[in-house]
């Protein structure tokens, strides 16, 4: 993409037009780095990499940076390599940190006995689901357990993702189905309510003249169906970017992270300070 979309363009005119907090929030897989077989080798784009230093570097006191992503924390930190002042919201909200010149800073989680149980039920049940199903296999997290079906084949892949459900249902948890993955959590969360509450955070961390509350105003851009529900509680004069193929409420979409990219860049120029 060498130009963007003309609607998309004037959205970004008017998305830095004032002087509300600007909140760039942007997923991690499928948006800044391709989908992978292997997610411990994702990457993000050279063109990505580029755009995300570039806007970090340049408008960091006006636009703030946040990486929003299904992948715990620490894993989350380890492949974007935030730049210094970025917020990061790992497993789906249940994890929050900040980027540092020392490293992670992360806000320290706490399961009750409870969720700590069901976990561990969890943990146990997906581990049995996936025994002799090859290209099937399970990650565990600090709050919730994930299913990767990427290259299981179809049988293997109907069989452990019903089994998933099942393990869920019995707990009474909901099971969160993105490309390739279900992933269930202990702790309630999504991606839209770690949206929610990361506006929040960024008005008070960043207030107004004396004191005074300002306004945030959020770009945010994903490719799965879990990024749903962060497009969902956008509000007026914030933009939705949805990257890739599939059904979505964003009002915005692109190709792949390489747009991205490009939409950043664009951001840059549209934000730059008078």
């Known amino acids: ?27 991690f897989d499928g948006t800044l780095a391709p989908l992978v077989d292997d ?22 006191d006006h636009v703030l940076l946040a990486f929003v992503s299904g992948r715990d924390l ?12 970025s917020y ?11 980027a540092t010149a020392d490293g992670l800073e992360a806000v320290p989680l706490e399961l009750t006995a409870e969720q ?22 399970v990650q565990h997290k600090p709050s919730a357990v994930v299913l990767h079906t990427r290259q299981a084949g179809t049988e293997d892949t109907h069989a452990a993702i019903a089994a998933a459900d099942a393990a869920a249902a019995r707990l009474g948890l909901e ?3 993105g ?5 269930i959590a202990v702790v309630h969360t999504s991606k839209g309510l770690a949206l929610d509450r990361l506006r929040d955070v960024v008005a008070h961390d960043v207030p ?22 962060a497009f969902a509680v956008l509000r007026p004069g914030d933009v939705g970017i949805k990257v890739g193929h599939g059904d979505t409420v964003a009002a915005h979409r692109v190709a792949d992270a390489d747009d991205v990219a490009t939409v950043l860049r664009h951001l840059v120029t549209a934000t730059a300070a008078p």
Request: glycine share 8%; proline share 5%.
């Open 1 to 27: 993409m060498s130009e963007l979309d003309p609607t998309l363009a004037d959205a970004l005119a008017s998305f830095g037009a004032d002087d509300a907090v600007l909140l760039v929030a942007l997923d």
């Open 39 to 60: 997610p411990t080798t994702s990457t993000m784009t050279p063109a990505a990499r580029d755009a995300v230093d570039t806007l970090a570097t340049t408008t960091a």
């Open 74 to 85: 620490d894993d989350l930190a380890l492949r974007a390599e935030p730049p210094v002042g």
């Open 88 to 98: 990061l919201v790992g497993s789906h909200g249940a994890q929050t940190g900040h």
């Open 116 to 137: 700590a149980e069901a976990l561990a039920t969890l943990r146990h049940d997906l581990d049995a689901a996936v025994e002799g199903r090859d290209g099937a296999w």
């Open 175 to 177: 099971a969160m189905h």
């Open 179 to 183: 490309k390739d993955v279900v992933e």
């Open 208 to 229: 107004g003249p004396d004191g005074a509350t300002r306004r945030v105003r959020v770009l945010y851009a994903g490719d799965d169906t879990t990024d749903e529900t």
